[in-house]
């Protein structure tokens, strides 16, 4: 009966894995397959979907003893675990924590948007404390504030396996991100940490954080947009991009930045030798804030990718960037999508890329390009087989 009910919870499987198993075994019911280890013994990786159905208090006791038992004892296995359309109450995550207190399989676990509060995220945070073989953590889209993220720091403290750490689209603010970098300070093993979208403003938080990266040697991608840092905030981070020498993506998209901090970004990149993707989407940096970037970047020739989508820029800042399309060997992604540029630019960008070697994919949709401006840049594309450019044009 318990074989039968912990099927029932594993129903909905890789899809690869499924086709394996029913041509193995000969069952066409998925749903009441009995998890037997020559099952197991089929694949080296299993990706675990839990079917949405109404769970009882019951089902996530199952849950918590699948994962401490019979999970557990197919150590060879590596282990996905996400839980789709569910409703979880937070005392019910009491039960899932039981479980990954001694489970070494599960190396990844997504509880995106499963409605947890800082109720379940602290019993959740108190598995952490034990479990040493989880490496991604994916919380996005919940109930969490800074007293959630407070029992969640406290507990990664001592966890020295969790790589990549998603809080996307909470509301931790600026007293979550204080505890977040704190935790940074002695926590070395996350690589990946995104915070976006949680209200986290330009003060204390974002100071802490970016004040944290000028020693952090660990962190490699670091996702704080949508969280209006403003200039302030981007000119914190400009000072740790001075110091950090481990950042390899950061995405400052839509935080109300205008020509202030993008120029103390621009000055930042002019010698930073280890960010590889720069995302500044969605601000008011202008023509101005355009022409700062183009100065540091003819001298910087780390950078692979630079978006500066939806950010006033018109023809003045097109004919900068084509000057940086001719000097720069590094860029392979730039994008432009979403501003003020028209056929005049777009003639001046067509031009500079007959000289450019290394640029992979342009982004010019959603401006005012019309068909002189789009002609220009088919025709530069004639004598480049490996540049992808995207554009819209009117009828």
């Not at 953590?137 to 109930?143: F, G, I, K, P, T």
């Not at 979550?176 to 704190?182: F, N």
């Not at 101005?288 to 950010?311: D, H, I, P, R």
Request: hydrophobic share 40%.
């Amino acid at each position: 009966m318990e074989t039968r009910r912990a099927g029932k919870l594993f129903a909905s499987l890789n899809d690869d894995v499924v086709k394996l198993v029913v041509s193995f075994i000969g069952v066409v019911n998925i749903t009441d397959l009995k998890l037997a280890a020559e099952f197991f013994h089929l694949c080296s990786f299993f990706k675990v979907n839990l079917i949405p159905y109404v769970w009882s208090e019951r089902d996530f006791v199952d849950l918590g003893h699948y994962l401490r038992g019979k999970l557990n004892s197919f150590s060879f296995l590596s282990c996905k675990l996400t839980l789709h359309n569910i409703r979880i109450k937070g005392s019910t995550y009491k039960h899932l924590a039981d479980g990954l207190v001694t489970n070494t399989s599960l190396i990844e676990l997504d509880l995106n948007c499963k409605f947890i509060d800082d109720v379940g995220l602290g019993n959740l945070a108190s598995a952490l404390k034990s479990n040493s073989t989880l490496t991604r953590l994916d919380l996005s889209r919940n109930n969490i504030n800074h007293l959630g993220v407070t029992s969640l720091t406290s507990a990664l403290k001592a966890n020295e396996t969790l790589t990549d750490l998603n809080l996307a689209h909470n509301r931790i603010g600026a007293l979550g991100v204080q505890h977040l970098a704190e935790l940074l300070k002695s926590n070395h093993s996350i690589q990946v940490l995104n915070v976006r979208d949680n209200r986290v403003g330009g003060k204390f938080g974002v100071k802490a954080l970016a004040e944290t990266l000028k020693a952090n040697a660990s962190l490699l991608k670091l996702d704080i947009s949508h969280n209006r840092i403003e200039d302030c905030g981007a000119t914190a981070f400009a000072e740790a991009l001075i110091y950090n020498q481990t950042l390899t993506v950061l995405d400052l998209g839509a935080n109300n930045i205008f020509f202030r901090g993008a120029k103390s970004l621009a000055d930042a990149l002019e010698n930073n030798e280890t960010l590889l993707e720069f995302k500044l989407y969605r601000n008011i940096i202008g023509d101005s804030g355009v022409s700062a970037f183009v100065k540091s970047l003819k001298l910087n020739q780390v950078l692979t990718t630079l978006k500066l989508g939806f950010n006033n820029i018109n023809n003045t800042g097109a004919k900068d960037v084509a000057e940086l399309i001719q000097a720069n060997k590094s860029l392979t992604d730039i994008n432009l999508r979403g501003n003020l540029i028209d056929d005049e630019g777009a003639s001046v960008i067509a031009n500079s890329l007959v000289k450019n070697k290394s640029l992979k994919k342009l982004g010019l949709s959603k401006n005012n390009i019309g068909h002189q401006g789009a002609e220009s840049l088919i025709k530069a594309l004639k004598f480049k087989n490996n540049l992808r450019i995207s554009m819209s044009v009117p009828e």
